[in-house]
């Protein structure tokens, strides 16, 4: 639509570059490649196009170690205004989600770090995953940032159409103003997925004689090149130009009219639409991803129908879930928040500086493993990994402080993670063990703190919601397939024609066919030191599978728990009396088991003694199971991820297979490059069960298996009778001299 020649827009372009902390460094150079580097190039073509740009701290470190240049070719575009740097919190924070001084500290430190190699300091700030709550205008104006931006729907809650959105609002708590803009949905989805010209006649439609309107769309810079399909579609190739070139030539082409400008300059230019107070809300999709999984579904479904049929007024009020129930979802989630809250504790007790863990502690709150949407979250195994290594750094460093240098051990009964039942939680110079006496006195969390590694990082395989799209997905290309391989060939064929890639968020792609055949749900979470007892003849691959029967009612039950503590170590009992069915029989049986731990101090390592009584009046006969469910990073058979067996050949095999072994009775595990080597010893001969523990996870390239670490099981046939103790000892050992004389056999091996 035509408008008058006195007409004008503002458009305000915001780019969120980003990272993980522990990223492959291989992802972060494809990613430079495909996205951060083109970027770079064609704002430098098109000077009369003003951006404002975000780069992580975890982004920027890495960029100043590896491509310097980049950085002072970014910071020419800064000296001659084209180019506005964002600050935010340093890696990358949900804010609310961690402690207020850190909120302030990541944020400052950031603006520091743009200081010293931009010589600015920023005005405005990208918010992690536009996750708002009420209290934050303080901390922001604190941290001293005037203006952030956050979804066109968090307005859109209160009331506020798009047509209220062509500017920005101020806000307030206690007395803090900060200046609010929306980021345009539309744009989000259209940005570069639909033709330049829509993008610029929505902007001509929407210009105004006065002039003072803006529409900003803020979104992941990765989208243009290294997202799928994206790559020579935004750059092009040297005969024919890319989206972004087609783009910045026609934004440059309409400057009359249409004026690319920073959104800190905007913010100082122009007044606030008005005055607003915004509910607690982050975007729409992170809305959907936090509600469980049936019910994430069914509100992706309802929102698809609203958008197709146009039904504003039901869209607008469309809110989904809250993203703290990320905490109630995933225990694991939960746990690493409650440990990251518990060593914040530890640090600023001891000082609160680097030295003391500060940096580590902050590393250890970047936000992508605290979430689980779409892509990774969670369940990214080695970016989990780094968020512990660099939580126990932290926690390294405070208790130099706080108890010295000599060797020490301490326990405390606790509400670790906040549900009103005490875990376990026992700490030494050398290790963490974290049990949990309710569920099944288990132990979740074993951190060793030479290496710097929670070797129980693991997630259990969960339903989530994209697991029926992906079934769906499967079904009907199976059914395709059976029709006609022709008609497939002739599918594929078209779909490789296609100009304008699919967007992520609403495509189905699959790194492999029949991935739905792979799904796996786990019945309880696996954690370590779990007891099961099995029908005696129960093959590994039905309890890799969860296809199986517990004959005993041990599993996530209450166990009691009593601690010792003296000069020779730390010594746990952890005891239930519960009953085992028998096959054909109506009567359960009763038994007592008891698990008493052992932890000698100065060491890497623990002792299990369990003892199990029948307490029945008539035989028993079935399997007992000792399950550990270990991380060791060894996806993709990487090989520095390792089992080590004497009795097989090759005696060395990746962490991540599956066999079953028997008369078993030692064993090693470990990873080379963590430099971190576990010996178990058995009492007694034993079967030994091992598989990859996989969820099936997407990521912006779609669909597939990932490997989250490897569960380990102990089994062995039980007959007792009646008033009969059964026992067998168990001693894990983890001193770097047996990760030296690992080391020294494996380089003697022929690769």
Known sequence: MPTGSNNHIYFGLLLHNHQPVGNFPWVFEKVYQEAYLPMLKALELHPGVRVSLHYTGSLLDWLMEAHPEFLQRLSELVKRGQVEIVGGGYYEPILPSIPDADKVGQIRHLSEKLQQVFGITPSGMWLAERVWEPALPRYLHEAGIQWTVVDDVHFKYVGQEDSDLYGYYATEDQGHMLKVYATNKMLRYTIPWRPVAETIDTLRSLATPD??????MGDDGEKFGSWPETDRYCWGTQTEPGWVETFFSALEEHSSWL???????????????????????????????????????????????????HQDEALQFMRGGFWRNFLVRYPEINNQHKKMQHIHHKVYKAGATDEHGLHHLWKAQANDTYWHGLFGGIYMTHVRSAIYHHLIKAENAADRVLHGTAPWQQYTFTDFDFDTRDELLIESDQQNLYFDPQRGGTLFEWD??????????????REESYHRTLREHEQERRKQSALSAQAEKKSSDEKSDVQEPASPHTAVRTKEHDLDRHLTVDRYRRASLVDHFLPPGLPMNSFAHNRYEEYGDFVERPYQAAVKQDATGTEITLSRTGSIRRAGALNPLLLHLSKKIVLPPGEEGLSIRYELTNQGQATLQTRFACEWNLNFLGGGANEQAYYYLKQREPARVPFDGTEELHEVQELHMGNAWLQQDLRLEASKPATLWRFSLDTITGSEAGFERTHQGSCMVLTWPLELAPGETWSVEMAWMGRPELMAATESFFSSVAR
């Open 211 to 216: 002039g003072t309107r803006i529409l900003v």
């Open 448 to 461: 060793m703190r030479r290496s710097a590694h929670n070797v129980l990082s693991v997630i259990s395989r």
């Open 259 to 309: 004026h690319t400008i920073p959104l800190g300059e905007y913010a100082q230019k122009q007044p606030a639409l008005g005055r607003i107070y915004l509910p607690t809300a982050s975007y729409v999709e992170m809305s959907e991803w936090a509600l469980p999984p049936r019910k994430a579904y069914s509100f992706g479904k309802l929102l698809h129908k609203y958008e197709e049929t």
